[in-house]
Structure formats: structure tokens, C-alpha cells
């Protein structure tokens, strides 16, 4: 039966998203402020509001919603669900310090304190680290659920969710090409400009070109896992590889979330980002999006479906 | 029927469940369905029917499910507002004000025991009866059943037949191995 509807996938997915594209945003800050300036300022702006909407859902998918606020009053550390709410309620605050933070304005006065500056963005490290692993502690943590009982699964939705979170700066940078402080796609400036599209190409192609292998072989590891593990365990994996969730499973999420936004990546690189294609960039991170969202509504509804066999 | 007295402590309520002696009359569902006062859809105890071995050595066997009110619960350990809890009794219990129904609970349950309220939205499960054991009455289920399947009683008294039939060795715990630390005892024939 299910419990847990769509309302909880996308909250899933909207924390994931956040919390990647404050992480890009962060390491991108770290390793060279000035030549990634666009992608940690569209990593900033994005971060605060995709899990602000998942929030939303979130409490709407309870059947009580009226008193969701009892989770804010309430701290159980036996709890993943309670940990996470808190997680997530800092969250959403560095993250909106961190937004205004990176606006053009100086409105909170700090961007001439540099410690501050750095303890924010450390704490900012922290917790969007905190919240992309809760949500697949979340479910990893359910020995009931033999499909979701996995380390695997924490794993597999925490590189998924720094993938998404660079997808969705991606895509942002893409739909703002007249945008001179986040653009990648139409130069408007020289060979200047050109240099800052490259660099930020270049940053954003490689990280995807790992981490996608990497969620490939996560993927791998996860099947091979269960596939070799209980008999509910088992079974589960025969919704998800050839049952009634196989179709989103292997062309929704394997194949075009996972092998086009990887090949497309690797093309990218083989050819220096030589030519600019602002289409090829944002296909592919408007399929690795959708390949995100695809494979935590397989994964909640799989693990939903099976229940361990008792006796 | 009265319940055990306990030997002034606070008693540990546990249930054995003799499924040799199961015929599947439901008796026990009905029961609980009165006592509780449930809707048609909502259940608290269930009867699994289960087939096994192969023709012609075949045979079915009737097995009564329940919250088994787990020393090591995991619904209360995941529930993020504290609503379920262990009382000191044994008792897995819910304080509805508290539910937020985010459902949590259910799935984190290996024995389906759980179930959400249509007309509220809390969720609620057994109770092993707690109103009535107050007044030192058996739970439903347990006065119910006319093969005398369920024993109930206190663990804390080491006179108790529960005590003497639990640390006996025709007994199992379902889904021991999952840690859930159950409290109701199965004799499986």
C-alpha cells in the first residue's frame, strides 16, 4: 500500500536539489571565487526555495497538516524524520543568509567581514551536506523496508542530489543568457566573456562527468545489493528492473537521467568546450532533473510496495 | 476472567499466541472491532491465512497478527513528535493530540500493524485493551476466543503461565531477527 504519495518525492527531490545546488555553490566559492563567480551566484539564488516547496508539500502530504508545527516543538534524536525537520529549518535559514548574502546589494552589511563571511558558508557546508544525506537516511533507516534497508540508498540520493543541484544551476544559467552576472550562454563583452562561459562550462561538465559515473556505479552496487539480499528484498527489485516501474526505472532515470547527461558531459570535454551550445546544456540538465525526480519516486514507491517477509 | 495480579511492581504485559489452536473464526477481530469501536475498514487484529508444504503433504495454518508491542518499538523510535511511545507496562501506546499523522510510523512497522483514522487522521493501532486491563479485565481478543489460542499476562510475575510458557521452547517471537524485541509469543504448529 502506499502511504507516502508524490508529495513526498518532490519534497525529497526539492531538498536534494537545494541542497546540491548549495554545495556546488559553496565549492565552487572555495576552490576560485572570481573565475566561478556565476555558478556560485546561481547556486545562492537557487538554493533557498526549492525546499521551501517541498516543505509545502511535505506538510500537506500529512494527514494532519494543521499541526505539522508539533515537529518544530519536539526534538527526538532517535527520530531521522525530527532530526531532519531541524536539519532543514536551519537549513532554509543559511540558505537565505547565504542568498542575500550574494546579491548585488549589501543588505545584511557582512561582505566586508570575512570571517563571518567564511563561518556562514562553512555552516552552510554542513548542513546542506545534513540534508542531502537525511533524505535518504530517511528511508535507509526502515529495517521493515527491505528495498529502502540499504546503505546504498543514502549514497545513491546524495551524489543524485549534487547532480541536481548542478542541473538545476545549469538550467538557470541557461535561461538567463542576457543576464551579465549569470550567463553562459550569449556573450555580450569579448573574448573576456567567452573566457568566464568556458570556465564555468568547464566547472560544471567535469563535476557532472564524475559524479554521473559515479551514480551509475551507485546504481549498479544498489541493485546488485538487493538483488542478492532477502526474498522481499528481491522481489522488490522485480518491480523496479522488469515490474510495473521498470519503464520510468531503466529509460527515465538509467538512461536518459543518468548515460545521455553522462555522454553529453563527455562530449563536452573531448572537445575543449571548442563550441558553445547552450541547447545541448540544457537538455542535458533538464533530463538529469527529471532523471532525479524519476528515480526517488521509483525508489519511495518500490520500497512502499515490498514489505519484509516475517513468516 | 480477571487479569493477573502483578507482585507489586509495575506489571509487563505480554501474549501467547497458540496458533495449533486456531480455527480462523475471527472471533478475536470481531471483538476488537466492538471494543475499539472501528470502522468497517480499520482494523486492529488480523488472521493470516497461510499454505504450506507440497501436495500431499500440505497443510494451512491460521495466524492471528497485531501490534506485538516491541520492547525495541520501531515506531516509537522514528516518530518525530513523540506521539507513540512505550509506557512502563510494556504497552506501546499513541497520544493522538501529538499524531501528525505523517505516516512514518506505518511503514517503519514490519507487522502492518498500524493504521490510520479516516474520520481524524491520527494514526492508532492496539492497545492490548489498556482501558480494560485498568479494571483488571482480560483484552477483548483474549476473552474472546472460544479455543483459548491467547493467554495473556504479566511477564514480571515468574508465576504467571505466560511466564512459564514464554521461556519455553516451543515459543518464537515474529520477526526476531529484525530486533523489534516483540512482546506477544507464537506457538507455531
Known sequence: MIYWSYMITFYLFGAGVSAGAMLVSIAADFIDPAKYKKIVRTGAYIAPFPIMAGMIMLIFDLERPWLFWLLLTTFKYTSIMSIGAWIITFFCAISIIYFMLNLQKDYLKLKTKANTVNAIKAVGLILST???????????????????????????????????????????????????????????????????????NTFIHTVDFILLYLLLLCTAV????????????????GIVTSGRLSVLFWFGFVAAGVVIPFIAAAYKLYTKMSTHRPWLNFISALLALTGGYIVRSVIINAGQLTQAILF | MSAPESLGKLPKWAMLIDTTKCVGCLA?????HNQNELPVTEYFNRVEEQEFGRFPNYNRRFLPMQCQHCDNPPCVSVCPTGASYKRSDGIVAIDTRRCIGCKYCILSCPYKARMINKEHGYVHKCSFCAVLLENKTLPACVGTCPTGVRVFGDLNDPNSEISKLAASKKTVQIGKDLNTKSSIYYIIG
Open chain 1, 130 to 200: 545534513g540534508v542531502a544525506l537525511y533524505t535518504g537516511l530517511l528511508l535507509s533507516t526502515l529495517t521493515a523496508r527491505p528495498f529502502w534497508n540499504t546503505p546504498m540508498v543514502v549514497v545513491l540520493l546524495f551524489v543524485s542530489a549534487v547532480i541536481d543541484g548542478l542541473a538545476a544551476i545549469s538550467l538557470v544559467l541557461c535561461l538567463r543568457p542576457d543576464c551579465p552576472d549569470c550567463c553562459i550562454t550569449a556573450p555580450k563583452t569579448g573574448e573576456n566573456m567567452n573566457e568566464v562561459i568556458k570556465n564555468n
Open chain 1, 222 to 237: 544498489f541493485l546488485i545489493g538487493i538483488g542478492k539480499s532477502t526474498e522481499s528484498a528481491v522481489s522488490a527489485l
Open chain 2, 28 to 32: 478475536c477481530v470481531a471483538a476488537c
